[in-house]
């Protein structure tokens, strides 16, 4: 069964400043797509990024990017120039191709911005 | 236009009742997901349905039953609620059932047993 891993159950960054939060997972697929899901007090679940694992180049949407490390089993989320209003639980989810589609989750980071 | 939403958005009961969330989705997605949400904000997955087909159960206690009316509504029924039950509770949908398809959160219900 696959694992997501996040080792870092707080983080804190002063604002405008970047942040990196860890996540591994393990699975013996050798395709799945990894997620980076924001959760802030008002409940929702917001999808932040994805990365499939067929592709080496490490995706980005504006401010935020991965580095996506597929031998380690690594899938890092950076979060440049930080706003306060990213303040929020970043959750990292795994989920695999094969069979039917499910959000394997990690345990949660929650992020807090200083201004 | 909300794409997927949850009625209640709160709930609170007793021990030993028999309570329904709702779940309905306009985003004409083909699957449909419930997800639980502990105290200690781990989510995990508990059911799917594929155009109301259960595709997906994940060792959930029989207490809990989903029932698919239709590809749009995908609905959790607890029976005999227990403590631990409380949670929040959250549906998705998805335009397939494999391969890549984003999920698409609710809002989550808050489920509180007394």
């Known amino acids: 069964a696959q694992t997501v891993t996040q080792s870092q159950p707080e983080m804190s960054v002063q604002e405008a400043e970047t942040v990196t939060l860890s996540c591994t997972y393990d699975t013996s697929e050798s395709d799945y797509y990894l997620f980076w899901y924001k959760q802030p007090p008002s409940r929702q679940m917001i999808l932040v990024i994805r990365q499939e694992a067929y592709k080496q180049q490490n995706a980005t949407e504006n401010r935020f990017s991965v580095n996506f490390q597929k031998a380690a089993k690594s899938f890092s989320l950076k979060i440049s120039d930080s706003q306060l209003g990213d303040a929020a639980m970043y959750f990292c989810a795994y989920s695999g191709i094969q069979g039917a589609q499910k959000l394997v989750f990690g345990q949660g980071t929650r992020l807090t911005i200083n201004p | 236009d909300t794409a997927v939403s949850q009625t209640p958005k709160y709930l609170v009961t007793q021990m030993g009742n028999d309570k329904s969330i709702k779940c309905e989705q306009n985003l004409g997605h083909d699957t449909m997901y419930w997800y639980k949400q502990d105290s200690k904000k781990f989510l995990k997955i508990m059911f799917s349905?594929?155009?109301?087909?259960?595709?997906i159960n994940e060792t959930v206690p029989n207490r809990f039953s989903p029932k698919s009316p239709d590809k749009a509504h995908l609905n959790l029924h607890i029976n005999s609620l227990e403590l631990g039950d409380s949670a929040v509770y959250f549906c998705a949908s998805s335009p397939k059932s494999f391969g890549y398809n984003e999920q698409f959160f609710g809002p989550g219900t808050r489920l509180t047993v007394l």
């Open positions: 349905y594929n155009n109301k087909e259960l595709i």
